[in-house]
Each structure stands twice: as structure tokens, then as C-alpha cells.
């Protein structure tokens, strides 16, 4: 059988999230550095998986310090564990260009099932003749599931660092050179 491979465009893509700060702000954040594949067998979406895997030092909030901190074993603990990584395992329709995508999250060491409900947004042909891709991913994770516990309990009863983590990506990928599947 033949499968699409297509290569995650980290250059036309983004991957951002965003966490409560002292409960009534958010502090929104990225990853510069990440790449994946999509597999999806004879054409069907429906077989589709996902591969991606993120750089844990390149984490930016604009604030370098916070980076630093994020950085550090209270949070992703990079030098121990450098990447994150998500592997969708299978995908379940939705309604109309809307699909879930059902893999593993891997942070920190620690590896939890997830959904991604993913938008898909058609695809084009660049000037160079690339079949190109669109969607939009999004989820919501609590962050102490994957050992991320770190917090400050504020003196007005709440704590500096939300749990819930939310998650979108903006991905454009490229259709590679069809590959044969045993």
C-alpha cells in the first residue's frame, strides 16, 4: 500500500500555549525549535499518525528569566529531558474538516494519552509545485499529570502558576515523495 508522507514547514507553522499567572492573567509562551511527520496510508486521513518532536530549550516568553526557570528541573527539566514528544496514534471524524486525533504526550519523562482536535483547513500548490497542507491543533493538559508541580501559593489564597496548560499549533506541511508501505 502507499503512504503520503508529509514533513511538518517549522518555518510556515507555530506552536504556542498559555497558562494562568496568579490566577487572574495568562502568560502565553512558544517553541521555536520542533519538526514531525504525518503518515496517512492510501490517501485516508482516517489512518493518519503524527509524529512530532519539540526542542524543551527552546521554550520563549519573552521574558528570559522565566525561560531560564522553565527550563530548570521545577519545570521541563531540559538537561535531563530534552524534547517533548507527541505520537497520534489514531484519528476519530468529527464533523465536517474537524477531526481528533488520539496519541501520546511525552513531557518530562512522562507519557499520557491526549486529543487533539484538529481543524483541517485544505490544501494548495506552492510556486515550486509542493502539494501543501494546513491545520490547526488544539488541546488542554493539566501539567501536573506529566510531573510539572511546581508552584507559589499567593497570600490571597491562589497560586502563581495554573494547572490546566493550553496547547494550539498552526501547522503547514509538505506532501514528500510517496513511499512504499509493507
Known amino acids: 500500500m502507499a503512504a503520503e508522507r508529509w514533513e511538518i514547514d517549522s518555518s510556515h507553522s507555530s506552536l504556542h500555549f498559555s497558562v494562568r499567572h496568579l490566577v487572574i492573567a495568562k502568560v502565553r509562551g512558544s517553541f521555536a525549535r520542533w519538526s514531525g511527520t504525518i503518515q496517512v496510508p492510501d490517501g485516508d486521513v482516517s489512518k493518519a499518525t503524527v509524529d512530532v518532536t519539540i526542542d524543551a530549550s527552546s521554550i520563549d516568553t519573552g521574558v528570559a528569566d522565566r525561560d531560564a526557570h522553565l527550563k530548570s528541573p521545577d ?64 488541546t488542554s493538559i493539566d501539567r501536573k499529570d506529566f510531573g510539572l508541580t511546581w508552584n507559589q501559593v499567593l497570600e490571597t489564597g491562589g497560586v502563581m502558576v495554573g494547572d490546566r496548560v493550553d496547547i494550539e499549533a498552526d501547522i503547514e506541511a509538505v506532501k514528500q515523495v510517496e513511499a512504499q508501505v509493507a
Open 75 to 138: 519545570f521541563f527539566d531540559a538537561a535531563q529531558h530534552a524534547e517533548l514528544r507527541f505520537v497520534g496514534r489514531r484519528v476519530q471524524p468529527r464533523s465536517g474538516s474537524e477531526i481528533d486525533v488520539v496519541g501520546d504526550l511525552t513531557i518530562r519523562g512522562t507519557t499520557r494519552e491526549v486529543v487533539l482536535r484538529v481543524e483541517q483547513h485544505g490544501q494548495a500548490k506552492d510556486p515550486w509545485g509542493n502539494v501543501r497542507a494546513a491545520f490547526t491543533a488544539k
